[in-house]
């Protein structure tokens, strides 16, 4: 039995992670699922409004009872003027994220961006529409390290310092796991009789390639180490094409030709920035799942959330679309080896965004209904 632990959040989080445990308990009687799981009301601002926390001092031993994790948005800073709103700061928000992240060792954070039919296609070239690749941003150093601070606060002879730590062990791990997930997507591909139409035109153009992506001309010390590594891990994977681009260039190439990417592996930061790029690309937030994974250690439980945010704007009025949340449930029920229900789930999104597209707007519960009525028999 498969446990896992949903954990709303704050905002829309309630509303979508709704959506979430009713398709899953719709799943577990057609694919006679394995699974339970439990709904715990942290973290959340409600929880740090009556605990002055944003979840308990053992949460994360707590969590590593479970085998995943389901997470719905966190942040509510409310607007301004409305004095009845408990308003935290992201500081204090967000900050499970990265606790999770670095308290579990989920270091890799997967973002695909594949343009599904009826989602919104924002570039005019009709090749956008098979934009199909796959973000891999190293998760637990870098750039967000939190390593630095602020010297004379407040005066003219202020000095700021944010230090970036780059290991060559963590370097090797996020590489080897997009070249290997490289091919993965490329058998995958064959098995569902899929090619990638368009190949990279500009480096090595094979059916499956990984893109590194850093600054190397403006920062040499890791950007120089992560090629290093990149090219010798490559030795191993021969079968797979290579080509590395600037991050600058990168976001260039990301509206010109994202058909031509595959798997992309960057830094904390530029994959930060490159995944929300990506998932315009691919129709938008509201169809962009994420994950945050340990590759090497199933033993500790992943992380999985939708990317949209909180929302606070539509929160409570049952209007928040529930897409993003049931395509990150079906990447969780793939990490647990649940592949037919996965790709039941992916498809049935797929369908509905079909079925939908001309029509009116739906409340959650409608488009919830509607997705699980595409479910298979």
Request: aromatic share 6%.
């Amino acid at each position: 039995m498969k446990r896992l632990a949903l954990m709303p959040g704050d905002g829309i989080g309630e509303e979508v992670m709704d959506s979430a445990q009713a398709v899953l308990a719709c799943l577990r009687d057609k694919f006679d699922l394995a699974l339970e799981w439990e709904r715990l009301p942290w973290p959340s601002t409600r929880w740090h409004h009556e605990h002055n926390e944003m979840m308990p001092a053992d949460a994360l031993d707590q969590l590593r009872n479970y085998d995943a994790l389901l997470l719905g948005a966190l942040g509510d800073p409310g607007p301004s003027s409305d004095k009845s709103r408990y308003r935290l700061p992201d500081g204090i928000s967000l900050s499970p994220l990265l606790q999770f992240r670095k308290g579990l060792d989920l270091w890799a954070c997967e973002r695909p961006a594949r343009l599904l039919d009826g989602a919104p296609q924002y570039l005019a070239d009709a090749r956008a529409k098979d934009v199909d690749m796959l973000v891999i941003r190293e998760n637990s150093e870098g750039e967000y390290v939190n390593q630095g601070g602020r010297l004379h606060p407040g005066t003219a002879m202020e000095v700021a310092t944010q230090l970036e730590v780059f290991t060559r062990a963590a370097t090797e791990r996020l590489i080897r796991h997009g070249f290997r997930r490289a091919q993965e997507r490329l058998q995958q591909r064959r098995e569902q009789g899929r090619e990638r139409q368009y190949l990279c035109d500009w480096a090595d153009a094979r059916e499956a390639q990984v893109c590194l992506i850093t600054k190397r001309n403006a920062l040499p010390a890791w950007g120089e180490m992560y090629t290093e590594v990149f090219e010798l891990v490559a030795r191993e994977f021969p079968d797979i094409g290579v080509h590395h681009e600037l991050v600058d260039a990168a976001c260039m190439k990301f509206v010109q030709s994202p058909w031509q990417f595959d798997v992309v592996v960057a830094s904390n930061l530029h994959g930060d920035i490159l995944t929300d790029l990506a998932a315009v690309l691919a129709g938008g937030l509201g169809v962009a799942p994420s994950c945050n994974i340990n590759p090497d250690d199933r033993r500790l439980p992943a992380l999985f959330e939708p990317t949209h945010g909180s929302a606070p704007d539509i929160a409570g009025q049952g209007i928040a679309n529930p897409s993003a949340m049931l395509l990150t449930t079906a990447m969780m029920l793939e990490w647990l080896g649940e592949r037919p229900a996965s790709e039941a789930l992916r498809q049935a999104v797929a369908k509905d965004l079909v079925n939908s597209k001309d029509k009116p707007s739906r409340s959650t519960t409608q488009i919830t209904e509607a997705i699980t009525a595409c479910l298979p028999d």
